[in-house]
Nanobody, 122 residues
Framework: QVQLVESGGGLVQAGGSLRLSCAAS????????MGWFRQAPGKEREFVAA????????YSADSVKGRFTISRANAKNTVYLQMNSLKPEDTAVYYC???????????????WGQGTQVTVSS
């Protein structure tokens, strides 16, 4: 059974940084693309960033380009989201997700984690 467990969320001041981690288990991690999504109160869940399973190609939403970086460590079955220059509008629950390809993970992932709260104060 696939499990995705996020960690690293918390409270940070605007301009600060956080690094989220997502530990995966239950399948061969290196065979799947990974992504991050977020959901703010009263809003729909939105795509943040994704990384391919093989060549490390990445894709990010325009709202986070230049500030957030997705990466993965296949030996640790973990995907990361480094978030810099955080803004109050980045406040949300952040979810990691898994899918067979980077195209699918940006739209309809197969599996989701339980989420981790990120709060950015002004």
């Amino acid at each position: 059974q696939v499990q995705l467990v996020e960690s690293g969320g918390g409270l940070v001041q605007a301009g600060g940084s956080l690094r989220l981690s997502c530990a995966a288990s239950g399948r061969t991690f290196s065979l799947y693309a990974m992504g991050w999504f977020r959901q703010a109160p009263g809003k729909e869940r939105e795509f943040v960033a994704a990384i391919s399973k093989s060549d490390g190609s990445t894709y990010s939403a325009d709202s986070v380009k230049g500030r957030f970086t997705i990466s993965r460590a296949n030996a640790k079955n973990t995907v990361y989201l480094q978030m810099n220059s955080l803004k109050p509008e980045d406040t949300a629950v952040y979810y990691c997700a898994e899918a067979p390809t980077i195209v699918v993970v940006t739209t309809t992932p197969n599996y989701w984690g339980q989420g981790t709260q990120v709060t950015v104060s002004s």
